[in-house]
């Protein structure tokens, strides 16, 4: 069995979900633009890595959304040109920075990593990049966002969990995130942390600890409505809590040959 930070995390987060997703077969639909948007920026900063015409690249993965823009979800006062504008003025900012260098990126960007979990079990993990920044060698992670990543208290970037999930797995100790900041005026942070030897033996405890419990089949529910804070509202996988088909077909697409699945529904939880 394969693992990622992604299983991980989202088992944390809600067991329940994770038996929805990775065991069920249901897959949340490819409806919200700033997530497609993401997807489209980062194959843009790999051309530009390879000296490409990245604005080119960024329109053409953009553009491949266009034909589905009725049902894309945009945030307040974002736009399928909006955000092609913003990401524009992105690539010019960070080019005009000159803080990141990535030499060979053929080799050096969307680096897969393995680990070996037991005899049956591996980890896997895709960091978009090892390089430079500002001169110093690290491992670097692209965000793109609406609103400035927090800076204090300082060190706080370094409980990031998925940086400390990719320095565990690659070694790499010193670790970045550039953030690309879509706002009224776009902005480029570069926050830098140092993952500790403990850090990365602990996630590696975590992430053993996690695998046996999913293949212990431990999906209990994970509630999370309690206000103010409502993690269950905004969850995509709702409507199979609540046995509610709309909002399941509203917001959920089955991968093929799910349906072949149903012993699932037979685990003790």
């Not at 900041?181 to 033996?201: A, C, D, G, N």
Request: with cysteine.
């Amino acid at each position: 069995m394969r693992y990622s930070y992604t299983q991980i995390s989202a088992y944390l987060a809600c067991p329940r979900r994770y038996r929805y997703r990775y065991l069920d077969g249901w897959k949340e639909k490819d409806t919200r633009a700033a997530m497609l948007f993401g997807c489209a920026f980062e194959k843009a900063l790999a051309a530009f890595f390879r000296h490409e015409d990245c604005a080119t690249v960024l329109f053409r993965e953009w553009s491949k959304c266009r034909d589905r823009d009725r049902g894309l979800h945009y945030s307040k006062g974002d736009s399928w040109d909006r955000m092609l504008e913003q990401g524009i003025q992105l690539l010019h900012r960070f080019c005009q920075d000159n803080r990141v260098h990535v030499r060979q990126p053929q080799r050096n960007l969307q680096i897969k990593f393995t680990r070996s979990m037991s005899q049956n079990n591996e980890f896997v993990a895709y960091i978009d990049a090892i390089g430079q920044l500002d001169g110093s060698r690290c491992l670097l992670e692209w965000k793109t966002t609406s609103s400035r990543y927090p800076e204090q208290p300082e060190g706080l970037l370094g409980l990031d969990p998925q940086l400390v999930c990719y320095s565990w797995m690659s070694g790499v100790s010193e670790v970045a995130q550039v953030v690309f900041v879509r706002k009224r005026l776009v902005e480029v942070q570069y926050l830098k942390t140092t993952i500790s030897q403990e850090q990365r033996q602990e996630f590696a405890a975590l992430a053993s600890d996690t695998i046996q419990r999913i293949e212990a089949a431990q999906f209990l529910a994970h509630s999370g409505i309690r206000f103010p804070q409502n993690p269950c509202s905004s969850c995509p996988y709702i409507g199979l809590c609540l046995g509610r088909r709309e909002m399941v077909e509203a917001a959920l697409m089955r991968r093929p040959g799910a349906e072949e699945l149903g012993w699932l529904d037979e685990l003790n939880y």
